[in-house]
């Protein structure tokens, strides 16, 4: 049985969830993009991958948020599907466990995908290497440009030599055998740098094991926490009177743009998971963030994290933000809408750039609504869109990609 797509409707097949720390926050990721999408335009459906790595598709129990986590049960009805890496056909998922006396393979077929993953094993270019292969349009950063992007170490080893301002660092890498890291082999990889310090890992994101250290012992006792869930620790030196701005660039709205910037606010000195995806907040004009207006379809936000949009900062300042973020997004030869987050001292106005999210939370719609030229959420989607079928066709190659002077093997009719 194949489900094909409408004549007149792109398909778009939303993928999220997966083998992440993150997988909780991509779901809700996920089915805000689901919703948000232009329904007169095209027609979306989910993909959820498991914590396990299973792939469900085929039911509309998994466009509601309510029915996350599935049972064992469901998971054994509805799982079994996988990509179909045929890149000659059009873009599927074919069901990998066929009915008895099935008469063909079950396949959903579509058009385009959306990637909406937060973290390792999707946000990081493994995803985006896989729909690569498969030929498939896909929104969002290249493979390239994720995966050096989502590796905090290699992001400051790409961007040196640019005139964006980052923070010394020294990488600690898990030991062979068990998680604890000499004291003296501490002290030689961090040099000069002096405590405190802020660890955390280097290819996670959420401020998942983020920990401001006093000394190497408190360091050292950090350390496992981040070892169980990432191979890498990186080090840098703690901001006094710490604030943050992050701000989102595109091309896909004609031009590079950048959205509006935004301040998180946090009653501590660094926000932690629970704060930045549970709280609830408004922006200054009353409204409930992630509340859409101006004509796109309701949504329900980045799980309401409290912060400034668009915050009173000297001019030069902004533009600062601004123009780095521009910077860094020319420098990986950018696609989709990543967000750019940056860390500053409050009394002196430092900047550096902190990190680089490719897919983040809720794709950072919020702060495109409030940017000098607002563009909403469905909008914002529809563009996106467009841009990976501009970026796919930009890429393709021949049916055979092999030029005929380098061809050592015969072909044949």
Known sequence: ??????????????????????????????????????????????????????????????????????????????????????????????????????????RIEFDALIPVFHGLNGEDGNMQGLLESANIPYVGMRTMASAVLMDKVATKRMLHGSSIAMLPYAVIKRPDQGYMVPEEQIKMLMGDMKFPCIVKPAHLGSSIGIAKVNDIEQLRTCLPAIFEYDDTAILEPFVDNLVEYNVSVSKAFGGLKCSAIE???????????????LSGGDDKTGNKLGTKT???????????????????????????????ACE????????????????????????????????PGSFGYFLWEAAQEPVFFTSFLSSLIKEAFSLHRAHRLPKDPVPKDARLLKRKS
Do not use: C
Request: glycine letters at 8%; charged letters at 25%; aromatic letters at 8%.
């Open 1 to 106: 049985m194949s489900m094909k797509h409408s004549d007149k409707k792109k398909k778009i097949a939303v993928l999220f969830g997966g083998r992440s720390p993150e997988h909780d926050v991509s779901v809700v990721s996920g089915l805000q993009v689901l919703h948000a999408i232009d329904q007169s335009e095209y027609e979306a459906f989910p993909i959820y991958i498991t914590t396990d790595g299973r792939w469900i598709a085929g039911d509309e129990s998994l466009k509601e948020r309510s029915n996350y986590m599935l049972s064992s049960e469901q998971l054994e009805t509805l799982g079994g599907w996988t990509i179909d890496l045929s890149a000659t056909q059009r873009p599927a998922i074919i069901r990998t466990r066929t009915k008895l006396f099935a008469s063909s393979l079950e």
């Open 263 to 277: 301040r998180p606010k946090t009653s501590e000195e660094l926000l932690d998971f629970k704060t930045k995806y």
């Open 294 to 324: 101006g004509g796109g379809a309701v949504s329900e936000g980045m799980l309401s994290l409290t912060r400034d949009i668009n915050p009173d900062l000297p001019k030069e300042m902004s533009e600062q933000i601004k123009n780095w």
């Open 328 to 359: 860094m997004f020319e420098l990986m030869d950018g696609s989709g809408a990543p967000r750019i987050d940056f860390i500053s001292n409050a009394k002196t106005n430092e900047i550096w750039l902190n990190e680089v999210n490719p897919l």
